[in-house]
């Protein structure tokens, strides 16, 4: 018998309770977890807290070794709402700590947690309009409904695009569309999304989460190690983007941020360029 024993990996209860203040965790019997984003069971909104959660919820969920697929979405009928308008007050009060600690180190986690920390095959499901929609564009694959919007809204607001949509975009779309997206704010509705390659489908509101437990059903149809190694393979891109670019891009927009001396997350400037843009995020 070993000296030592298995540090024990976390449990549902435990994960499911420790982060229902930002996700809403459930997992079928074969393995199948499902992530939903929410704040107060409603659509995500961003702040410093929430936005550290992501991360730590996705290392948590990834180590857990009866997790056999993940599913990733937001609650409502849009991906992210906007700014919890008191959501930065920590940046705000010591812009230097959360300079790094929120635009460059929790940023990076929660990219790169979900490329690198997961060996098990992921479905983002884009419930609606939003920014960061890198954390569904990023998965495996990715539906969305038919109402979804895909856009970046930093450059507009005075910040540089560059804390993971700009991998995301530049990996899907190719150099030149994803300049024009990044520097235009480009407002990508679901059937261009699909036509430039960033979903795999448009569903119907009423059948999204339908349709992607039928992908989790044909995708679990394969014995466990089949399903994780081929996960890898077909991972392998995002990891190569991630690698080449996460960091700097983070580092490049930490550094805007700082010489500024300007908070960008203001939620009355990101709604009104919402607005401009004919953005609607039914907060």
Known sequence: MSL????????LEFYRQTFSEH??????EDGVVTMRLHTRDGP??????SHRAIGQALKV????????????????ESFLAGIDPDGFALEEA???YWAYEYAYKDGRVNVSSLVNDFEIPTIGVLNGPGAHTEMVLMCDITICSEDAIIWDPHYAIGSV???????CFIEILGVKRAAYA????????AKRALEYGMVNEVVS???LMDRAYEIADSIMKQKRVIRRLSSQIVRRPWKQRVADDLDGGFGTQMFGHVAKKEFVHSRTRVDDVADSFGVDVNE
């Open 4 to 11: 030592t024993s298995f540090v024990p990996t976390p449990e």
């Open 23 to 28: 996700f809403k965790i459930e997992r079928r």
């Open 44 to 49: 995500y909104q961003l702040s410093v807290e």
């Open 61 to 76: 969920v990834a180590s857990d070794p009866k997790n056999e697929l993940m599913i990733f979405t937001g609650t409502g």
């Open 94 to 96: 010591d812009l230097e």
């Open 161 to 167: 695009p560059g804390d993971g949509i700009h991998s």
């Open 182 to 189: 990044l520097l235009t704010s480009e407002v990508i509705d």
């Open 205 to 207: 509101r009423d059948s």
